[in-house]
């Protein structure tokens, strides 16, 4: 019989106390932390990937699915919010069952999911049955990310997360490629049914391969705080989603949205206050590293990537008129290299600590976000528009390890599935505000633009202008007026992407900000002040 292994290890819990007679979960071979490792990884990969390279192919949806492109956005929105929910829920089923148990699980789920959409021949189908992938992700995302980190001892779990950073940073980035290449040379459907065979795999590999925990706890689950809580994210997810479309707070819904979204926040505080069983443990956000980390992953790893991932492949498709595969492969240059430094930044944490790698990440992803691509527009060389994008690849790869290590480190070791469940739930509600911004901010400075071109033309010389037009082409004025009217619109789309990803650049400095604070030392009252008092 194998020997029992302790729950899911973290910095703070090297003491063979808390289980003395049992196994801890490194101890492995070399070869068991491979196979491991890959199949964990593989599971994240796929969920994760599955969150941008669906976005490719929602436009296309229109027509198979018999609606608009407000309809088709459901199908990304309905994923969201099933993953969010779920996300809070899967630290309980995590020590009720295991985390083997319940990644197999969600690979099943997400793996049927997927078949079931690939086969949906209406909107409401496709709808439900992405639900049902988003409840999938969750359970894979929460459950790969613990198993990760129990299969590498204390020294080397940099190398750990960063081995992890490969799936949950590399495949929203490679996303587009792929649904690009899909799409172009199959179908729509193809971008679900790849997961099919991958899923399977990797249900019989997980059953077979990865190791079974010892250790449950039946746990009490604050089910009032979960429906609280659920409510009040629902409602700030659709919020975000419908906002733009709605026209924000000129529309009713989204001023009810708003008002369920407030009020699900408050009774959901005042459940947790009055509750014995909290949903959350916020005495862990007391450890300022553990606080400022939860910020940086909102700020920069949510609020501000999400915006970049969802920018640079319209900037590809709209700006530079690329087909969605050449967008897709454009975008893949910068993905390469945050696949590659993702576990540099791992081994480089377990080198120098976790802070200090956080700091230089923070210092490239601002430097570049904020100085190189700005500067991208129509005219930028498509060669040019890759190679600025590879700086940018790097400071994004360097950032996930370093700030899930340190997170980690900081939470006591029964709580590192709780640090685990929040990190994903921040990221994902901060990724979410992030794409709602860059979508707002877009068509804002687009008609900002517009209308700044407008103020400043010569009126006389833009008449003989189009009057000139007219006489070449030998078309009439009506049609002269069209062309030049699209043109308008294009060079202010084009120029109102320097603002926009300014802006996303902005919502990294201020994620920085917590990154300083890491280094700032509160100073605290000394025992002999403490005795004199």
Same mark, same amino acid.
């Given at each position: 019989m194998a020997e029992p292994q302790c729950p899911m290890p973290n910095a703070d819990s090297r003491n063979e106390?808390?289980?003395?007679?049992?196994?801890?979960?490194?101890?492995?071979?070399?070869?068991?932390?491979?196979?491991?490792?890959?199949?964990?990884?593989?599971?994240?990969?796929?969920?994760?990937?599955?969150?941008?390279?669906?976005?490719?192919?929602?436009?296309?949806?229109?027509?198979?699915?018999?609606?608009?492109?407000?309809?088709?956005?459901?199908?990304?929105?309905?994923?969201?919010?099933?993953?969010?929910?779920?996300?809070?829920?899967?630290?309980?089923?995590?020590?009720?069952?295991?985390?083997?148990?319940?990644?197999?699980?969600?690979?099943?789920?997400?793996?049927?999911?997927?078949?079931?959409?690939?086969?949906?021949?209406?909107?409401?189908?496709?709808?439900?049955?992405?639900?049902?992938?988003?409840?999938?992700?969750?359970?894979?995302?929460?459950?790969?990310?613990?198993?990760?980190?129990?299969?590498?001892?204390?020294?080397?779990?940099?190398?750990?997360?960063?081995?992890?950073?490969?799936?949950?940073?590399?495949?929203?980035?490679?996303?587009?490629?792929?649904?690009?290449?899909?799409?172009?040379?199959?179908?729509?459907?193809m971008v679900f049914f790849i997961n099919v065979p991958v899923g399977l795999l990797l249900v019989v590999s997980?059953?077979?391969?990865?190791?079974?925990?010892?250790?449950?706890?039946?746990?009490?689950?604050?089910?009032?705080?979960?429906?609280?809580?659920?409510?009040?994210?629902?409602?700030?997810?659709?919020?975000?989603?419908?906002?733009?479309?709605?026209?924000?707070?000129?529309?009713?819904?989204?001023?009810?949205?708003?008002?369920?979204?407030?009020?699900?926040?408050?009774?959901?505080?005042?459940?947790?206050?009055?509750?014995?069983?909290?949903?959350?443990?916020?005495?862990?956000?007391?450890?300022? +590293?553990? #606080?400022?980390?939860? =910020?940086? !992953? /909102?700020?920069? %790893?949510? *609020?501000?990537?999400?915006?970049?991932?969802?920018?640079?492949?319209?900037?590809?498709?709209?700006?530079?008129?690329?087909?969605?595969?050449?967008?897709?492969?454009?975008?893949?240059?910068?993905?390469?290299?945050?696949?590659?430094?993702?576990?540099?930044?791992?081994?480089?944490?377990?080198?120098?600590?976790?802070?200090?790698?956080?700091?230089?990440?923070?210092?490239?992803?601002?430097?570049?976000?904020?100085?190189?691509?700005?500067?991208?527009?129509?005219?930028?060389?498509?060669?040019?528009?890759?190679?600025?994008?590879?700086?940018?690849?790097?400071?994004?790869?360097?950032?996930?390890?370093?700030?899930?290590?340190?997170?980690?480190?900081?939470?006591?070791?029964?709580?590192?599935?709780?640090?685990?469940?929040?990190?994903?739930?921040?990221?994902?509600?901060?990724?979410?505000?992030?794409? +709602?911004? #860059?979508?707002?901010? =877009?068509? !804002? /400075?687009?008609? %900002?633009? *517009?209308?700044?071109?407008?103020?400043?033309?010569?009126?006389?010389?833009?008449?003989?202008?189009?009057?000139?037009?007219?006489?070449?082409?030998?078309?009439?004025?009506?049609?002269?007026?069209?062309?030049?009217?699209?043109?308008?619109?294009?060079?202010?789309?084009?120029?109102?992407?320097?603002?926009?990803?300014?802006?996303?650049?902005?919502?990294?400095?201020?994620?920085?900000?917590?990154?300083?604070?890491?280094?700032?030392?509160?100073?605290?009252?000394?025992?002999?002040?403490?005795?004199?008092?």
């Open positions: 106390s808390q289980c003395p007679n049992a196994k801890n979960p490194w101890d492995i071979t070399p070869k068991e932390r491979a196979i491991f490792s890959i199949i964990v990884m593989a599971g994240a990969f796929m969920a994760i990937l599955d969150t941008t390279v669906v976005d490719v192919i929602v436009p296309k949806l229109t027509g198979p699915l018999a609606t608009d492109m407000y309809g088709v956005q459901w199908i990304i929105t309905s994923y969201m919010v099933a993953a969010a929910i779920a996300l809070l829920i899967t630290e309980w089923l995590i020590k009720r069952f295991g985390a083997k148990t319940i990644f197999v699980s969600g690979v099943a789920l997400f793996t049927v999911a997927s078949f079931l959409c690939g086969i949906s021949d209406s909107l409401e189908e496709i709808i439900i049955f992405r639900v049902i992938q988003g409840v999938g992700e969750a359970l894979i995302m929460v459950t790969s990310h613990i198993m990760i980190f129990s299969y590498f001892p204390p020294e080397k779990q940099g190398l750990a997360m960063g081995i992890f950073g490969l799936g949950v940073s590399f495949a929203p980035a490679l996303g587009p490629t792929i649904g690009g290449y899909l799409t172009e040379y199959y179908n729509w459907r997980g059953l077979i391969y990865l190791p079974k925990e010892r250790f449950f706890e039946n746990l009490r689950f604050n089910f009032v705080s979960f429906i609280l809580l659920s409510f009040a994210t629902i409602a700030l997810l659709v919020m975000l989603s419908r906002g733009q479309q709605l026209g924000w707070f000129n529309s009713i819904e989204i001023g009810a949205l708003l008002f369920c979204t407030l009020i699900g926040f408050s009774l959901y505080a005042l459940s947790e206050i009055h509750s014995k069983n909290r949903l959350i443990d916020f005495s862990l956000f007391k450890n300022p +590293a553990f #606080a400022n980390g939860m =910020m940086i !992953y /909102f700020f920069i %790893l949510g *609020f501000s990537m999400y915006q970049y991932f969802y920018l640079l492949p319209v900037y590809y498709e709209h700006i530079k008129m690329l087909p969605t595969l050449d967008a897709g492969i454009a975008v893949f240059a910068f993905a390469i290299f945050i696949g590659l430094f993702s576990p540099l930044a791992g081994i480089v944490s377990d080198i120098i600590g976790a802070k200090k790698t956080v700091a230089i990440a923070a210092f490239f992803y601002v430097t570049t976000s904020i100085l190189l691509l700005p500067t991208l527009n129509y005219y930028t060389p498509l060669h040019q528009a890759m190679l600025l994008t590879i700086p940018f690849g790097i400071g994004m790869g360097l950032f996930f390890a370093p700030v899930t290590v340190m997170v980690l480190q900081n939470a006591p070791g029964h709580k590192g599935e709780l640090a685990i469940v929040l990190m994903d739930y921040f990221r994902f509600v901060g990724g979410s505000f992030g794409t +709602a911004l #860059a979508t707002n901010n =877009m068509e !804002y /400075f687009k008609n %900002l633009h *517009f209308l700044r071109m407008e103020e400043l033309q010569n009126i006389e010389y833009i008449d003989y202008f189009l009057h000139k037009m007219q006489e070449s082409l030998g078309v009439s004025m009506d049609q002269v007026k069209a062309v030049f009217g699209n043109y308008e619109s294009f060079m202010s789309y084009n120029y109102g992407f320097y603002n926009t990803f300014m802006h996303a650049g902005y919502w990294g400095i201020l994620g920085s900000l917590f990154v300083v604070l890491l280094f700032v030392k509160i100073p605290l009252k000394s025992k002999k002040l403490k005795e004199k008092s």
